[in-house]
Nanobody, 130 residues
Framework: QLQLVESGGGLVQPGGSLRLSCAAS????????IAWFRQAPGKEREGISS????????NYAYLVKGRFTVSKDNAKNTVYLQMNSLRPEDTAVYYC???????????????????????WGQGTQVTVSS
């Protein structure tokens, strides 16, 4: 079964850090670009970060730029999202998504067009609160 599984979410105080993981099973991430999306209660899902298949190019939404870092470890078949300086407004369910193809080897897909992604994880809850 081909799936993405997120982990690492939880409750953290404002200013704290969390590292999310997105592990693939049933397929290799070598030829997949990965993006992280999030959905807060009552809001639409938004793309926040992406990384090209070969890991050389990253992209961040302005809301998280400078605080979040995405990385890809093809040997472990896992993508990470390091989140620092967390704010209450970062509270959301976080999803990872995978986009297949040579178009994404050196350039990550759009953070806006969700149709470019082939697989989605089930999400992990991140709550930032004191």
């Amino acid at each position: 079964q081909l799936q993405l599984v997120e982990s690492g979410g939880g409750l953290v105080q404002p200013g704290g850090s969390l590292r999310l993981s997105c592990a693939a099973s049933g397929f290799s991430l070598d030829h997949y670009a990965i993006a992280w999306f999030r959905q807060a209660p009552g809001k639409e899902r938004e793309g926040i970060s992406s990384i090209s298949a070969f890991g050389g190019v990253t992209n961040y939404a302005y809301l998280v730029k400078g605080r979040f870092t995405v990385s890809k470890d093809n040997a472990k078949n896992t993508v990470y999202l390091q989140m620092n300086s967390l704010r209450p407004e970062d509270t959301a369910v976080y999803y990872c998504a995978a986009a297949y193809g040579s178009s994404w080897y050196h350039q990550p897909p759009s953070l806006i067009d969700e149709s470019e992604y082939d697989y989605w994880g089930q999400g992990t809850q991140v709550t930032v609160s004191s």
